[in-house]
């Protein structure tokens, strides 16, 4: 009893897939959209599988054939549910009636769904599918649909004997009936010209109109007989009334015979010839020649009713009379030759609009549906050819030869896609090893990974090749299942980790650069775990999602303003480039402000490398536009620096010259200081040839100037000598006036300063000589006086 008390029913919603196979098993067949749900939704294959076994609605098991997983299964499932209450689009569906067609028991089975086959390619792959040989020759033998008996003939080849047989027969007669018909038609307009060419005062015209007509009659019968064996290939019949409509009725015999017309029967053969030439030309021009088919069927007749004139009155040789009449027969056949080309001209352009089958193109899920489209654009070139019958005596149309080269065309694309089919197969060989391998290896996303482009590679290869390999792929599959389930198990606790951290991330961010960084490297970890099989999982990864979402906020919000700070960049760039181009235009080059120039294009490409960075796309073309127009300016502004290093250099030269030349040093300074004033008027130059130029000018300038100044002082101190020299005899001038106890030592203690300094100038000497004798002079006088007075 306790034991039932706390037993619990299984749960759909249970972890483990057992569990809900049994949750499945305790429901009644009313739980149809529990079914459906689960048959939709579940992760787990057999889960579905089982939902599928209970469900008995076609619409919700037709609405996952698409789905690769249980599509097989869904398929067959479908086709034990139909029933005569099943909506069309579903009996319609390609994919059913394939399958529906592949597996009929019975003959009045098969009968039944291939009449409802739109597709010839689906309906004889259908057919060749099917394992039972009576019902394949039962719906072959009630098979007459040109396309039909085409897609027979070729999917049966060398795999039905007896079905292929069948095809090749009514391909054979189909084509006998139509050249039949074909001769048919040529024979009518022949019966009718000779008809028209029939005079009543023709004295056999009775008996030759009785033979016509015994001919019409036969001919009649004979089309009509081709008609209905056409017929039954769908092959619309020809207007048999309208046909007799056109046989000309008899004349009445004339009452008196006429008067003898001398008729030109050469002349008349001549017109007939010229008239076929015409027609053969209207061919020759193409379909799209304009012709009219009544004018031309009335110019037959008026020659035949000309030449029956003639002929009544004196009749030609049967030599002549059997060329116009094949002449006249002709110009018919021509003429419906080029109304032929006019009829089928477009449907020719249709087919070569076509592409030709690409496998790798999307709208082309399976190898089987590029096959189908091959045979289907070949089987309409070839028929629009058949009907064509062009006469090989008259070039072909641009029409024809393009049509004969898409027919090779179409030819070598299926050949290659049979080659690529037999690589495909070699391909699962290696990738069936490649996925036991990964299995071994326990690499469940790489596993994952290989299991699911195998699929995609099985399900372009044709159905018949790709059966052996399908056993493999279920247990491998299996395998895979198992060993996700492991992984699930075992990566519970590291999907939740990264949980934890993303959250942190988006709790506390970081630097926005380091936060991308750190929300992209958890993001590949998440994904190295493989998808969430489990509800678990599937929460965790949705708390994953959310969580990434608010760590990557402040990433964003700083992406988008360093995008706002780039396109205002691209804004100022693009004021720079507007400001160059108009510069450029607007200035008087030959009267420019150099250094406002070199100063202009300084200051453009700072403010260019300020306003960084740009959108790199939009900014390519904007910075080309820029370095145009920088080198533009620097060109203008390298000529004028290279003709102002050229006067510079002529400075330098003079500079030279001057100091050679040998003139007064005061001199040379005075040219110097001219060279100066010319220097400083030079416009301007880079900076390494300006600091060149000038160390060679001031090396020049400081010889001179150095010199200049060796002179100067060598004068100063010639002039402080005259001025101390001065200062001492006046000096001794004025002692000798006030000073009595000058006497001779003093005098000479004044000689020898003045010989101290030096070599004086004449006029200064001859003073100091005056001065010293005066002295020495008074000196002794004034002795001689005291020592008298004593």
């Given at each position: 009893m306790l034991r039932k008390l706390f037993s619990r029913k299984p749960r759909l919603d249970a972890e483990d897939s057992a569990v809900r196979i049994a949750a499945l098993a305790d429901l009644g067949d009313g739980e149809q959209a529990t079914f459906a749900r689960v048959f939709r939704d579940d992760a787990d294959r057999d889960v579905r599988l089982k939902a599928l076994e209970r469900l008995n609605r076609p619409d919700i098991v037709f609405e996952r054939l698409g789905d690769e997983q249980v599509a097989a299964e869904a398929l067959s499932r479908l086709l034990s549910l139909i029933d005569d209450d099943t909506p069309a689009t579903i009996r319609s569906h390609p994919a059913v009636q394939r399958a529906a067609l592949a597996s009929a028991e019975t003959a009045d089975a098969a009968l039944a769904v291939a009449r409802d086959v739109a597709d010839p390619?689906?309906?004889?792959?259908?057919?060749?599918?099917?394992?039972?040989?009576?019902?394949?020759?039962?719906?072959?033998?009630?098979?007459?649909?040109?396309?039909?008996?085409?897609?027979?003939?070729?999917?049966?080849?060398?795999?039905?004997?007896?079905?292929?047989?069948?095809?090749?027969?009514?391909?054979?007669?189909?084509?006998?009936?139509?050249?039949?018909?074909d001769e048919e038609d040529t024979q009518t307009e022949s019966i009718l010209a000779t008809a028209v060419a029939l005079e009543g005062g023709d004295p056999h015209?009775?008996?030759?109109?009785?033979?016509?007509?015994?001919?019409?009659?036969?001919?009649?019968?004979?089309?009509e007989a081709t008609d209905q064996e056409l017929a039954r290939f769908s092959v619309v019949a020809r207007d048999l009334n309208a046909v007799g409509r056109?046989?000309?009725?008899?004349?009445?015999?004339?009452?008196?015979?006429?008067?003898?017309?001398?008729?030109?029967?050469?002349?008349?053969?001549?017109?007939a010839e010229s008239l076929l030439a015409t027609a053969t030309g209207f061919l020759k021009a193409g379909a799209g020649e304009a012709v009219s088919s009544e004018d031309a069927r009335q110019s037959i007749d008026d020659l035949a009713a000309e030449w029956n004139t003639g002929a009544d009155a004196k009749p030609p040789g049967e030599e002549l009379s059997t060329r116009f009449r094949e002449a006249l027969a002709s110009v018919a056949a021509r003429l419906r030759d080029h109304e032929r080309a006019q009829e089928l001209a477009p449907q020719a352009k249709e087919l070569l609009a076509r592409d030709i089958p690409d496998p790798e193109h999307p709208r082309f899920?399976?190898?089987?549906?590029?096959?189908?489209?091959?045979?289907?654009q070949r089987d309409d070139v070839d028929h629009v050819l058949a009907r064509f019958a062009w006469p090989e005596d008259v070039p072909e149309l641009e029409e024809i030869t393009?049509?004969?080269?898409?027919?090779?065309?179409?030819?070598?694309?299926?050949?290659?896609?049979?080659?690529?089919?037999?690589?495909?197969?070699?391909?699962?060989?290696?990738?069936?090893?490649?996925?036991?391998?990964?299995i071994e290896d326990g690499a469940v996303h790489d596993a994952e990974e290989r299991e699911r482009r195998l699929r995609d590679v099985l399900k372009g290869l044709p159905r018949a090749k790709a059966q052996p390999f399908n056993a493999d792929l279920a247990e491998l599959g299996a395998r895979v299942r198992e060993l996700r389930d492991w992984r699930t198990y075992a990566q519970a606790p590291q999907r939740e980790a990264l949980c934890q951290q993303i959250e942190e991330l988006a709790d506390n961010p970081i630097e926005p650069h380091e936060q991308m960084q750190a929300v992209k490297t958890l993001r590949d970890q998440w994904n190295q775990l493989g998808p969430a099989d489990t509800r678990r999982?599937?929460?965790?990864?949705?708390?994953?999602?959310?969580?990434?979402?608010?760590?990557?906020?402040?990433?964003?919000?700083?992406?988008?303003?360093?995008?706002?700070?780039?396109?205002?960049?691209?804004?100022?760039?693009?004021?720079?480039?507007?400001?160059?181009?108009?510069?450029?235009?607007?200035?008087?080059?030959?009267?420019?402000?150099?250094?406002?120039?070199?100063?202009?294009?300084?200051?453009a490409r700072n403010e260019w490398r300020h306003y960084h960075?740009?959108?790199?796309?939009?900014?390519?073309?904007?910075?080309?536009?820029?370095?145009?127009?920088?080198?533009?300016?620097?060109?203008?502004?390298?000529?004028?620096?290279?003709?102002?290093?050229?006067?510079?250099?002529?400075?330098?030269?003079?500079?030279?010259?001057?100091?050679?030349?040998?003139?007064?040093?005061?001199?040379?300074?005075?040219?110097?200081?001219?060279?100066?004033?010319?220097?400083?008027?030079?416009?301007?130059?880079?900076?390494?040839?300006?600091?060149?130029?000038?160390?060679?000018?001031?090396?020049q300038c400081?010889?001179?100037?150095?010199?200049?100044?060796?002179?100067?002082?060598?004068?100063?101190?010639?002039?402080?000598?005259?001025?101390?020299?001065?200062?001492?005899?006046?000096?001794?001038?004025?002692?000798?006036?006030?000073?009595?106890?000058?006497?001779?030592?003093?005098?000479?203690?004044?000689?020898?300063?003045?010989?101290?300094?030096?070599m004086l100038p004449k006029d200064v000497e001859r003073r100091a000589d005056e001065v010293l004798r005066d002295a020495d002079r008074i000196v002794v006088a004034r002795q001689a006086a005291n020592a008298s007075d004593e």
């Open positions: 390619a689906v309906f004889a792959a259908a057919l060749a599918e099917n394992p039972r040989a009576r019902v394949r020759l039962a719906v072959a033998e009630a098979t007459w649909t040109p396309a039909a008996l085409t897609e027979m003939e070729k999917t049966s080849r060398r795999r039905d004997k007896s079905m292929h047989r069948v095809a090749r027969e009514r391909l054979a007669a189909l084509r006998a009936a139509s050249h039949r018909r015209y009775a008996a030759r109109r009785e033979a016509i007509e015994r001919d019409w009659t036969n001919h009649l019968v004979a089309m056109r046989f000309p009725a008899r004349l009445k015999p004339a009452q008196a015979h006429p008067p003898e017309v001398e008729v030109d029967f050469g002349a008349l053969l001549t017109r899920e399976t190898f089987e549906s590029v096959v189908r489209e091959l045979r289907r393009a049509l004969k080269q898409r027919q090779r065309d179409l030819v070598a694309a299926a050949e290659q896609a049979e080659t690529n089919a037999d690589a495909m197969l070699d391909e699962m060989a290696d990738k069936i090893s490649e996925l036991r391998q990964s999982d599937r929460d965790l990864r949705r708390r994953f999602d959310r969580a990434a979402e608010r760590a990557f906020e402040p990433c964003r919000i700083y992406f988008k303003e360093q995008a706002e700070r780039r396109a205002f960049n691209l804004e100022q760039r693009q004021a720079i480039v507007t400001a160059l181009e108009g510069f450029l235009e607007n200035n008087d080059w030959d009267n420019a402000d150099w250094r406002g120039v070199e100063k202009i294009l300084r200051q960075p740009v959108d790199r796309r939009a900014g390519r073309q904007l910075t080309t536009r820029f370095e145009e127009l920088a080198s533009a300016i620097h060109a203008l502004l390298k000529a004028e620096w290279d003709r102002n290093i050229e006067k510079k250099e002529a400075i330098v030269a003079d500079a030279i010259a001057i100091r050679e030349s040998g003139d007064r040093v005061t001199d040379q300074a005075e040219s110097m200081k001219g060279l100066q004033r010319r220097w400083k008027a030079v416009g301007p130059l880079p900076r390494r040839a300006d600091q060149r130029l000038w160390k060679q000018f001031r090396e400081d010889q001179v100037f150095e010199a200049r100044a060796v002179v100067l002082d060598r004068h100063s101190q010639r002039r402080q000598v005259v001025t101390d020299a001065d200062a001492l005899i006046t000096e001794l001038e004025r002692r000798l006036e006030i000073d009595p106890s000058l006497d001779r030592n003093m005098i000479a203690d004044y000689e020898r300063r003045l010989h101290a300094l030096g």
